[in-house]
């Protein structure tokens, strides 16, 4: 859920990037004739059933564009920057790229590497989305970097209501207070209270970023100053270090997978992740799948707004590919109802339509998952289409080009293990995190 400019690349990842590519596992068809054009398509988002919902999408479009090959080849969500970083300094470029966060869409785009996305946004219908759906991705007037596979809540506050009822716990909380002292009681027989990142990576970086917002902060002003150096950064350190002892041992290199799989394999009594946790805890652990429900994570007071990270996950299509016109096609197909609705299923409540049209219809609704979890899910989708990220902090924010080179560059990260795990001074750390952020802007 990141994105890096080519610039501040090195030679090694740039290394790690050129093998990745090379040892990515495609899947198409039997090979074609050479005069058959050949798309590529790359996204972090390939779960075994995301993968499948993908193929079928190829195949229907193969079939109705039999001079069309479509290769599907997965990237990373933490290896990405590098890999694209070698593409871009190889051409050896995708023609769509899916479910990487907005900020690197803008990023791209600022950079001239990607196609400006009007064309495809008019071929799957404006009408279509949600109001505002696309607001994310003006990266100029009237100019669009790309446009929302879907939706996300990444940071909601999941819980099971066995463990809340077996402590004595009432209400899920709504204050960081209260989600402390949630965890201190239900941190017993071998189940930490939280699964909270500590790692130097982007999931630690995304929502430490929700957590200074949640104390009333930000990360720029809205016109993007650096204003991280506020009481909001340092009530924001004291919580994350309360945390510490009530999530597990290995929490101080826990990224999006480990996260998730603590709450989902019961190791942890609460959890900080998207609508996935449905699907998993149904397929994984579906002894606790009655008593799991999530809400909108907890801030320093209820004075203080929830605050959602929504990565909006993204289509786009680099600059300068071959086939753009196919490109810009088969990526207006990806929305087509059935295609889009199977690749929502794949993974329900995790991500959530931007078409409202998709969300209403009956097929979309259907899901055993969705119609079982209907409140979750409808809580998800209303915090996610008022969500935010570093990119679009909030409705006052200018857009933030520069949000994805941020977020790789993970001087969030660094704050967290120096002022939390190191227990540095934290006037320091976040001195040190501000002149990275200003160095950051500048470049």
Known sequence: MHAKSDKGTTRRALLQGAAAIATAAPFAGPALAQSKATLRWWSPQSA?????AYKAQIAAYQAANPNVQVVFEPTSDEGYPAQFAAAFAAKQLPHVVTHLPSFAAVNYFASGLI??????IKMIGEDKYYPGANRVYEAAPGVYAGTGIGNSAANMLWVRKDLMQKAGIAAIPETWDEL??????MQTGGVFGAPLPYGLNSMTSLIFIGVIHQAGGQIFSPDLQVGIDTQATYDAIEFYRSMRDLCPPGATGYSWGQSLTAFVSGATATGIYAGRVL???????PGIADTVTCALYPRISKSVAPWTFNDFPSVFIPKGVDNMAEAKKFAAFLFNPPGYIRQLHAA???VLPVLRTVAESAEYQANPIIQKYKSEVNLMASAAAGGFNLGFESPRHKSNAKAGTIVASNVIAEL???AVINREDPKASVGIAAKRLEELMKA
């Open 115 to 120: 196609e400006p996305f009007n064309d495809v």
């Open 279 to 285: 699907a998993n805890v149904t397929a994984q652990n």
């Open 416 to 418: 967290v293990q120096r």
């Open 180 to 185: 402390r002292a949630a965890c201190q009681k």
């Open 348 to 350: 329900p409540g995790h």
């Open 48 to 52: 075994p059933a995301q993968q499948e």
